[in-house]
Nanobody
Framework: VQLQASGGGLVQAGGSLRLSCTAS????????MGWFRQAPGKEREFVAA????????YYVDSVKGRFTISRDNAKNTLYLQMNSLVPEDTAVYYC???????????????????WGQGTLVTVSS
């Protein structure tokens, strides 16, 4: 199983980016897929998750109303649309997949079954 994340970059505060995560090696119809981030010197943080089959979503409070997680079944790709970015969103963003429900992925120190490599998002003030 491979999860390939892309789309990071440098953006000014108030700007937008869309991250993508292409999955290969299996189908994720019964999985939850999500995004995590880790800022320098900080612990990894859950950002958002989506249940692949139903499309139900779950977000950390700090990104609600600004970020949108979605998936494209035909392309087996996960997205994270990030709007109104602030410098505090600066981090390496990782995609992940796990068979358990979205609630579990949001729990502290949850370790998903599969991780993708990170993509760096830098928001300048």
């Amino acid at each position: 199983v491979q999860l390939q994340a892309s789309g990071g970059g440098l953006v000014q505060a108030g700007g937008s980016l869309r991250l993508s995560c292409t999955a290969s090696g299996r189908t994720f119809g019964t999985y939850t897929m999500g995004w995590f981030r880790q800022a320098p010197g900080k612990e990894r943080e859950f950002v958002a998750a989506i249940r692949w089959s139903s499309g139900s979503t779950y977000y950390v409070d700090s990104v609600k109303g600004r970020f949108t997680i979605s998936r494209d079944n035909a392309k087996n790709t996960l997205y994270l649309q990030m709007n109104s970015l602030v410098p505090e969103d600066t981090a390496v963003y990782y995609c992940a997949a796990d068979p358990r429900a979205t609630y579990y992925m949001a729990q502290p120190r949850f370790d998903p079954a599969y991780w993708g490599q990170g993509t760096l998002v830098t928001v300048s003030s």
